[in-house]
């Protein structure tokens, strides 16, 4: 008796364990539906890449500078009398840019305007009590160029290092580098620049 019913138990067994058994057809259709969604998936994340990078990460409205602007302390002056504010910035951080900069976080910048289709800014960099501007050149929402222009150092005891610019009404931008003791210059060099068309910032 014992050995009927484990035999019925046995073969009741198998027949479950067939009929759960999914057919191959049925496994191969499982297997394409993956394949489909894995391929979907890679075709939108691919899309919203080609999308962020039509979206410009430099807001480029309503510069209204005034050229010349003389200096650092002139742009801030123009900022507040022209109701010219300075912008987030949304840019991506590159590794060349995080070099230049003091912080790398709540960064803010002035635009100033196209060449083409080159975004030009003038990134505010807070290095306590130093602050200094950062030239920068963007195309298609990539750093193409810096430039520090202008920068503030002293040893506390009368040397003073100044880095300061002017961007002219042609759009060259001319850095004056000086060096002074005891409030006497005792260094003066001007270099000019200029921005290509592809965002490079070549000197003259």
């Not at 709540?106 to 501007?133: A, P, R, W």
């Amino acid at each position: 008796m014992k050995n009927i019913i484990f035999t019925s138990v046995l073969i009741l067994t198998m027949f479950i364990s067939c009929k759960q058994k999914p057919k191959l057809s049925e496994v191969n259709q499982v297997q394409e539906s993956i394949s489909n969604t894995t391929s979907n998936e890679k075709e939108i994340e691919s899309l919203n890449t080609s999308i962020d990078k039509q979206i410009n990460c430099i807001n480029t409205s309503n510069s209204n500078f005034i050229y010349p602007i003389q200096g650092g302390s002139q742009l801030i002056a123009l900022g507040m009398e022209e109701k010219i504010e300075l912008r987030e910035f949304k840019c991506e951080i590159s590794e060349k840019l995080k070099l230049s900069l003091c912080l790398t976080e709540d960064i803010s910048y002035y635009f100033l305007k196209n060449i083409k289709k080159v975004n030009t800014i003038i990134i505010y960099d807070e290095c306590g009590d130093n602050n200094q501007y950062i030239l920068a050149t963007y195309l298609n929402n990539e750093l193409i160029d810096i430039l520090k222009i202008y920068s503030f150092w002293t040893d506390g005891e009368g040397k003073e290092n100044i880095t300061d610019f002017e961007i002219l009404k042609n759009f060259e931008i001319k850095i004056i580098e000086s060096e002074l003791e005891n409030n006497k210059k005792i260094k003066n060099i001007e270099i000019f620049y200029k921005i290509n068309s592809k965002g490079k910032i070549v000197k003259l």
